[in-house]
């Protein structure tokens, strides 16, 4: 059995596998410093020819790009081990590599070095606005819902994770900031905030809806 084509397959396996990473807040994930030595890829080889399948484990490096805005990502690396499974039948060769990384905890370490610092500009900028923060009041926890979602997106368990708020609580706001399609798909409508005129306005419009204050309904005519 060929050591390089054992070799690529078992590449391709990595980057297939880390592909799959599909979670919410996780906009990509890429392979690197895969450690795949001559003697693994000769074990796996004496394997396929004894019993025409194969096993390992290896470890390697996955960059994730974090989202942290509509457009922006955060990059960061996790180091993880692969179970990689290899076949062959006639000459047909596969394989496939799976890990037992808990993916969700690894966006919350990725996103740790900029919590603390992104936490404190929403509280200052709530503070702006109403001259006051109390974690307890449920504008504060509402506009604060909102300022998270334009950083980590309209993630109800993202968000949660982020402030350390109840699921439920942010499940409700969150409701109603879809029904209104400020929240639509992977996406936050945040765009009106920045606004140098009608910004400030725009915001606490926005936050009305997530208060449950004011209904907007959407509308596909005059969208």
Not at 39 to 56: E, N
Not at 111 to 139: C, H
Not at 207 to 220: D, F, Q, Y
Request: with cysteine; charged share 25%; glycine share 6%.
């Amino acid at each position: 059995m060929n050591a390089d084509r054992i070799r690529a397959v078992i590449e391709e396996a990595l980057l297939a596998s880390v592909k799959n990473i599909q979670l919410p807040g996780i906009d990509g994930a890429e392979i690197e410093n895969v450690a795949l030595s001559s003697k693994q890829v000769q074990r796996v080889a004496a394997q396929l020819h004894q019993h025409g399948h194969g096993q390992m484990k290896l470890s390697a490096g996955v960059r994730l790009f974090l989202r942290i805005s509509n457009t922006d990502v955060l990059s960061s690396i996790e180091h993880t081990v692969f179970r990689v499974q290899v076949s062959v039948d006639e000459n047909d060769l596969r394989a496939v590599a799976s890990s037992k990384k808990d993916w969700a905890r690894a966006w919350e370490r990725g996103l740790e070095p900029i919590k603390q610092t992104s936490l404190q500009g929403m509280r200052r900028d709530v503070w702006n606005m109403y001259g006051t923060f109390a974690e307890n009041s449920y504008k504060c926890q509402a506009a604060m819902v909102l300022l998270a979602s334009e950083l980590v997106g309209p993630y109800v368990d993202r968000i949660a994770t982020l402030l350390e708020y109840p699921l439920d609580l942010v499940r409700v706001i969150g409701a109603r900031l879809h029904e209104a399609k400020i929240w639509e798909n992977d996406e936050v409508h945040y765009e009106s905030w920045s606004d140098p005129q009608k910004g400030g306005v725009a915001f606490l419009l926005d936050l009305m809806v997530a208060e449950g204050e004011l209904i907007r309904k959407w509308s596909e005519e005059k969208k």
